[in-house]
Nanobody
Framework: QVQLVESGGGSVQTGGSLRLSCTAP????????MDWFRQAAGKQREWVSS???????SYVDSVKGRFTVSTDNHKDTVYLQMNNLKPEDTAMYYC??????????WGQGTQVTVSS
């Protein structure tokens, strides 16, 4: 069964870095973009970043200049490089197919905790 699988989260101090990975089977062959979302405890999921099939990227204002989204198309994998992390970045992070390419089921997410 096709599944989104996120990994790479962990606990870091303010100013630290993490690189999240998401395996998303088929997104390259279907010419899809990918999105990152996050959900902090007790809050709604929010959109964080997108990368389109043409490589263009976008970010929520709160992470601009700190996060970078990229893909490895041969591996059907999307990454989120997270630098200069802040406590407000603490959340469970999820990936999803972009636009028309939504997967039916969400993955398990990967937890990011930033302390200071």
């Amino acid at each position: 069964q096709v599944q989104l699988v996120e990994s790479g989260g962990g606990s870091v101090q303010t100013g630290g870095s993490l690189r999240l990975s998401c395996t998303a089977p088929g997104f390259t062959s279907h010419n899809c973009g990918m999105d990152w979302f996050r959900q902090a405890a007790g809050k709604q999921r929010e959109w964080v970043s997108s990368i389109s099939s043409d490589g263009s990227t976008s970010y929520v204002d709160s992470v601009k200049g700190r996060f970078t989204v990229s893909t490895d198309n041969h591996k059907d994998t999307v990454y989120l490089q997270m630098n200069n992390l802040k406590p407000e970045d603490t959340a469970m992070y999820y990936c999803q197919g972009g636009g028309r390419c939504r997967y039916r089921y969400w993955g398990q997410g990967t937890q990011v905790t930033v302390s200071s």
